[in-house]
């Protein structure tokens, strides 16, 4: 029996693409951009649809309402108007990534959100009593909605379809049949109708592009230093600086007086962005640098598979409903805000259509394993965009719903049409 071994001896035997090698294979630039290409060309287009999608909105509603769009407060009014969907968009992530879905996730923020203004109105609890009541609604109805799931075995679908119904009763006979309570707390009614101030802005921005930068390097540096495949370090550059850039005027503009009078100061960061910064960090590290985030996605991908390798299956779909809830009260709290009030219809209507179009619009797959946090940021913009562009342009409401519900059907046909790219192509 003989063995072939190419020419130039056994060293120049060269390791299969199935194994290690790819690990430590250096990359340029040129051959980052290459890989990039192939990956979108194969179905995983990721945030770009989102990207797109927003810089196509602006340049349009510039074009369109070009003294107004862009404005100042008109920009600072987008922010605010964007911050309950990305927030209830960035639970329903988690639930997504299963393959799962939450239909009550709008009226559990409703519900969160009574809770805390009957505790400050009518018990006469301070802010932070009442918030982390909210907070304890939240978790107890994604504990029973991922309890039903998971361990009844009862479709999601038809679980939180019936929350969904239920938790409205709930609200209403909470708040009463055309009732109000309002929202009069100082520091609940400044996560979205007041800003930090000029100075303590940009701080922020600049730690949090310093603080990027460094994360971003350090990893590159281990990476290179384990010889493990790294980005390239031009690439991290650029990204550093277009993340720099974004940052730093976004501050720009919010810290230009918009108020409609000179006699009164309006400037600042609405205290809303930051809050959304820190979930946003929060979320990104959890899927992405911890054991727990990488069980969520072996899950979604193939449930079976990841039970077989000791993933407790049950504990992930029940975490994640737990999650999803949490951040809705969330929402709900910083709705509240917005509005100065509940109402019996909070969280209702459209909230939910809403956030569950912003993270699929954002590049998560409704059919489960693929989907980041930040998907929840970016489609919340642009379904803010398309709210606050329609209502500059004056459109009617139904040509509101038609749009954006062409928009979400539109981003829900490119994911499964990526899907079945990727299929084809054995990603």
Known sequence: MSTDIPKGGPSAVKLADSDFAADHRPSDLGGALRDYWAQVRSGDLGAVPAVLGIAGLVVLFTALRPETFLSDRN????????????????GLVFVLLLGEID?????????????MAKLM??????????????????VVIGTAIGWLVAVVRIPSFVVTLALFLGLQGITLWLVGEGGTVPVRDDVIVALANKNMPVALGWALAVVCAVGYAASQFWRWQ???????????VQ???????????????????LSQ????????????????????????????????????????????????????????????????????ST?????????????NSVTPSEGSGNTLLYAVGAAVIGGTSLFGGRGK???AVLGGLVVAIIDNGLGLLGTKAYLNFLITGSVLLFAASIDALARRRRSATGR
């Open 103 to 115: 239909l009550s996730a709008g009226v559990t923020s409703g519900v969160c959100a009574c809770v």
């Open 257 to 324: 007086d918009r108020a409609p009078s000179p006699l009164i100061t309006l400037a600042g960061i609405p205290w809303g962005v930051p809050l959304v910064a820190v979930l946003l960090i929060i979320c990104t590290f959890v899927l992405g640098r911890t054991a727990y985030g990488r069980h969520v996605y072996a899950v979604g991908g193939n449930a079976e598979a990841a039970r077989r390798a000791g993933v407790n299956v049950t504990r992930i779909r029940v975490s994640v409903f737990m999650i999803a």
């Open 327 to 339: 951040l809705a009260a969330v929402a709900g709290i910083v709705a509240a805000s917005r509005l």
């Open 235 to 253: 690439l991290v550059a650029l990204r550093v600086v277009a993340v720099a850039v974004v940052l730093l005027a976004g501050t720009y503009l």
């Open 373 to 375: 946090a930040r998907d």
């Open 222 to 232: 281990r990476q290179s230093a384990r010889g493990l495949a790294a980005k390239p």
């Open 75 to 90: 920009i600072a009014n987008l922010f605010t108007q964007a911050l309950p969907v990305t927030i209830l968009a960035m």
């Open 121 to 138: 109105v009518s018990a006469g609890q301070p802010w932070y009593v009442a918030v982390l009541a909210a907070l304890a609604a939240g």
